[in-house]
């Protein structure tokens, strides 16, 4: 029996198992049409995931230059390109290359004067041509100058950009008929940067001092905005406040308001208070000179400064011994005699002639009395008068029934608030303050609610516009994998079979069916399975895939037995019987 059931004379049909085994020959045994799915699938699979790289990977840029004008830009990209360097052009005149070559090529373009930022010094003066003349001399070298300046003062590390202007004219033979030179400068700064009164000065005197004959107060600062930095006097003429003044006005006037605040709020709430202050801030700068005397005090009341005393003699002199040198010369003068009535004569020595004289003496004694010097110097920024102006919200009163109510505060309320709020400014009466303190109701705005829908909000567009061509290759990538790639590797790579139970008795009629369609069958009844084992069966190229041919395997494994007596019912014609019942 076992020989007729593996012998080919048995009538069984040799079946050829020509399944392919290999990668390469089980995509040769693919239909034309799975070949061209795979090719489709994996060539747009390919597409998505390069355009995908390109698109996330941008490579390690980092900046060369940023904050380049369009002509240093156009000439950095043009050297660039020449080099065969790879840059990105972004916005803000910024020049992005490979990080590994930042410097180097920072190094290589400085060697060639790029960039040359737009601006020009005194390297000007070094292309001097043949037919200059005195004009353009003179303008070369203002234009040096002013490009010098620029560069020293974009050189700190507050400003971004610089433009500086001179006026300097030509000077002529007549000294009164001269014009003095001034300039100006406009400063761009970097964001949220500011300068303070010090860093203005000194570019003033940058200015001043680089100019010859040029006056600081000659000198006009501005910013982007067109506002005056410099604190020119000239201008100001005395009737208007500078910067700093207002600013150190501004300042008073928020110490106060931020008193109040912190203040009051703890006792009417935070959003239940509005408070005003005005300075009125004096800035001018007054010296007095007084001198006073007073008698002198202590117990010398008298002290001398200086003593004085003279002597002045006027008329003739005196009278002269005369005659013969002798005895009677050497004698006593004999004793005068005064007349009793009448002016008294000037008595004379012997021998000596008449004369009149006139001697007159002073003596004077000075003195002074104390003296006080008092030299007063006003500050400047003295707070000459305070106005204050409070408005506090109007008090909720809920009644019984729960309604709720604004009531204004009482007078009472009113004047201690008041009281406060003086106490907190340092109110003066003699210096003219006013505080004014009531009670409003607040007006609160209703919100309106937003009524754009969701899909119209600005915030969702930006991120469907980013997100679109990401979420189309992703879309692309699923219908090439699913729709193409997949398929066609199930084509090519069946799942193995599965492992079935050995059937039953019941079903071996099913089974015995099956066999007889994959076998050829008999044309009728025993004589035509009898010529089959005569003549023997063609045999048979099995298909790629079959389920059926499968488990007719497993079951010739599982339950040989069973598939004995099939082959034997084949011999001896049982299966007709079989395929009756």
Excluded: C
Aim: hydrophobic letters at 40%; charged letters at 20%.
């Amino acid at each position: 029996m076992d020989n007729a059931l593996s012998s080919p004379a048995a009538g069984l049909p040799e079946v050829k198992n020509t399944t392919p085994t290999s990668f390469p020959a089980r995509l040769a045994a693919m239909p034309a049409k799975s070949k061209m799915m795979l090719g489709g699938g994996v060539a747009a699979l390919l597409a998505v995931i390069v355009a995908m790289s390109l698109m996330t990977s941008k490579g390690d840029f980092r900046p060369l230059f940023s904050g380049l004008s369009d002509k240093d830009g156009g000439a950095v990209i043009a050297q660039l390109a020449q080099m065969n360097v790879p840059y990105r052009n972004e916005a803000g005149g910024t020049i992005m290359v490979p990080a590994n070559q930042v410097y180097d090529l920072r190094m290589k373009l400085a060697s060639q004067g790029l960039p040359k930022g737009g601006i020009v010094g005194f390297e000007l003066m070094d292309k001097q041509s043949i037919g200059q003349t005195q004009f353009n001399e003179r303008l070369n070298f203002q234009r040096g100058l002013e490009g010098e300046l620029v560069r020293t003062i974009t050189a700190m590390s507050d400003v971004a950009d610089a433009r500086v202007h001179l006026a300097m004219p030509q000077q002529n033979g007549f000294f009164r008929e001269q014009q003095k030179p001034s300039a100006s400068v406009m400063l761009t700064l970097r964001g949220g940067r500011t300068l303070d009164r010090n860093q203005i000065a000194g570019i003033v005197h940058l200015v001043s001092s680089s100019v010859p004959e040029l006056n600081p107060k000659a000198v006009s600062v501005l910013d982007s905005t067109g506002a005056l930095l410099s604190n020119n006097t000239d201008n100001n003429n005395g009737t208007g406040l500078d910067s700093q003044q207002l600013l150190y006005k501004q300042q008073v006037e928020n110490n106060l308001n931020k008193r109040i605040a912190e203040l009051l709020e703890p006792v009417v709430g935070r959003e239940n208070l509005r408070s005003t202050v005005t300075a009125d801030v004096d800035f001018s700068q007054v010296e007095s000179t007084a001198e006073e005397f007073k008698p002198n005090q202590g117990p010398n009341t008298q002290s001398s400064v200086r003593r004085m005393n003279s002597e002045e003699q006027t008329g003739s002199s005196p009278g002269t011994p005369t005659g013969v040198p002798g005895a009677t010369t050497n004698q006593v003068p004999p004793q005068s005699t005064a007349p009793i009535n009448g002016q008294a004569q000037q008595l004379q020595p012997a021998g000596s002639t008449g004369g009149s004289q006139n001697v007159r003496r002073v003596n004077g004694t000075e003195f002074e009395v104390d003296r006080t010097v008092r030299v007063t110097r006003n500050a400047i920024g003295q707070v000459r008068r305070l106005n204050a102006a409070v408005v506090v919200n109007q008090k909720t009163v809920t009644d019984p029934k729960g309604k709720t109510t604004s009531q204004p505060l009482s007078e009472e309320e009113l004047q201690k608030l008041d009281g406060l709020v003086k106490e907190a400014l340092g109110f003066s009466q003699d210096r003219g303050d006013s505080v004014k303190v009531i009670s409003a109701p607040f007006v609160t705005e209703k919100l309106e609610p937003n009524d754009v829908p969701l899909w119209r909000q600005p915030w969702l567009r930006d991120i469907a516009r980013d997100a679109a061509i990401p979420a189309a290759l992703v879309l692309v990538a699923l219908i090439a994998v699913f729709g193409m790639v997949r398929p066609a590797l199930k084509a090519a790579f069946p799942p193995p079979p599965e492992k079935e139970a050995a059937p039953s008795i019941t079903e071996l009629s099913e089974i015995e069916n099956e066999q007889l369609a994959l076998a050829g069958g008999r044309a009728g009844g025993a004589g035509g399975a009898g010529a089959g084992a005569a003549g023997g069966l063609p045999a048979l190229e099995a298909p790629i895939s079959n389920d059926k041919l499968m488990r007719a395997r497993q079951l010739a494994k599982e339950n040989p037995v069973a598939v004995a007596n099939i082959m034997r019912a084949w011999v001896n014609g049982e299966e007709l019987e079989t395929a009756k019942r």
